[in-house]
């Protein structure tokens, strides 16, 4: 390991609720420290108050510092230039070594201002002439010119690259990006939770006022096409209820701007009739929600991180595709069998035929993940260790 302590400056989407960024960064954070454990980080986030309040929970043996995103918007510029906070921000970027662009679907102009968004980010890094690490990464789809512009010029001036799927190495090139791509699983998945995980829950279950065995649903509300679909997913939760006498329990993954739980209080769960009492309340605590997972009899899950969860805790899944990256992450893990595009949501039953599935050829899909995570995981954390020296 490197003897000598660095600088670095991680940027991603954190303090925004998002329960997967969060728990990319979490393991990007745990492995700069698995390299040194005297390098100095601070996290660029959305709201850095909360994000400090979250790494201490985890990292109580030194500091994790934070600051504000560059500024995108006139609020975040006012809040920046009236409470000296975008000269923290400039003076953290312009002192690092290293500027980490930590995952995930951050370049994607399924909504537009994404681009602009983490392309600023970047763009103040190489403004000071600091190496750009781009990691966990899934690219796509771009659908502008602009974008693809963006995205040319950024990733040709990084120093690595590090893509989370196949299928974004393949967007990169098309872009006529250059530089070596690698590919490597989801951060979150290279997450060492034994080791952030109180001993006193381990083995925790869903606390229910009835000890019953139990199934775990997610949603997003991303568009009125997929606000649709969660409904019909809803209806089908209903006869898998049924079939197979088991809790829902559904679990929010982001509450700020795409509030999850309002999803499922007003949208979702009260009109299809469900019993209000199991969505579970909101929270960001990581160790708490693997553990859920682990005892978990199977997972429905739209949100990404919640089918990553399910392959960290070796809990099978069924996954809704409603954006490529859903598919393309479930394609390379080889359980893409288990994956329900939206057009498939047209036949009724379609969610049912899945979990059945599922549930006949567990041992199918827990060879498939295995197989993966032993691979995968070892091959991403042996490199991040030698890139982060």
């Known amino acids: 390991m490197d003897e000598k302590p660095k600088k670095y400056v991680i940027c991603g989407h954190y303090g925004a609720t ?22 100095q980080i601070t996290v660029l986030s959305y709201d850095k108050k909360r994000s400090k309040a979250f790494y201490k929970r985890y990292f109580k043996d030194k500091e994790i510092k934070t600051a504000y995103l560059v500024p995108a918007g ?48 970047a763009l103040f890094a190489l403004w000071y002439k600091k ?29 690595y690259i590090a893509v989370r799927d196949n299928a974004s190495k393949k967007v990169l090139i098309e872009c ?27 083995n925790k279950k869903i606390v229910q006022k009835k000890k019953k065995k139990y199934f775990i649903v997610t949603f997003r509300g991303w568009d009125k096409k997929l606000g649709k679909m969660n409904k019909k997913i809803v209806q089908e939760v209903g006869r ?9 329990v559904f ?28 969505v579970q309340q909101y929270h960001d605590e990581i160790d708490t929600l693997l553990a859920c997972f682990e005892g978990a009899e199977f997972v429905i899950g ?6 990553l969860f399910s392959v960290i805790t070796d809990t099978p899944c069924v996954g809704i595709s409603y954006s490529p990256k859903v598919s393309n992450m479930m394609h390379d893990l080889k359980i893409s069998r288990y994956c329900l595009h939206k057009k498939e949501f047209d036949t009724q039953g379609a969610l049912q035929k899945k979990v059945k599935r599922l549930l006949s050829e567990k041992q199918i899909f827990h060879s498939a993940v295995d197989d993966y995570k032993y691979k995968a995981v070892a091959c991403a ?5 030698k890139v982060f020296k």
């Open 18 to 39: 998002n329960i997967g960024d969060e728990s990319i960064g979490l393991a990007l954070i745990q492995t700069l420290r698995e390299v040194n454990k005297d390098h």
């Open 74 to 121: 006139f609020r975040s510029l006012w809040r920046g230039i009236v409470q000296n906070e975008l000269k923290s921000t400039l003076q953290a970027i312009k002192t690092c070594d290293r500027f980490v662009l930590g995952g995930g679907g951050l370049f994607t102009d399924e909504k537009i201002a994404a681009i602009f968004l983490w392309g600023l980010q």
């Open 131 to 159: 190496p750009l690490y781009i990691v966990g990464q899934s690219v796509g789809p771009l659908r502008f010119g602009i974008s693809r512009r963006i995205v040319k010029k950024i990733f040709n001036k990084a120093s």
């Open 176 to 202: 006529g990006v250059q530089e070596k791509i690698y590919v490597l699983c989801d951060l979150a998945l290279t997450l060492d939770y034994k080791k952030i995980m109180p001993h006193n829950i381990l």
């Open 240 to 248: 898998i209820i049924k079939e197979y006498k088991l809790q829902p």
């Open 251 to 278: 679990i929010p993954f982001q509450l700020y701007k795409e509030n999850d739980q309002a999803v499922l209080n007003k949208k979702i769960v009260q009109k299809a009739g469900l019993k209000k009492n199991v």
């Open 302 to 307: 739209v949100r990404l991180h919640s089918l």
């Open 381 to 385: 954390r042996k490199q991040l260790l």
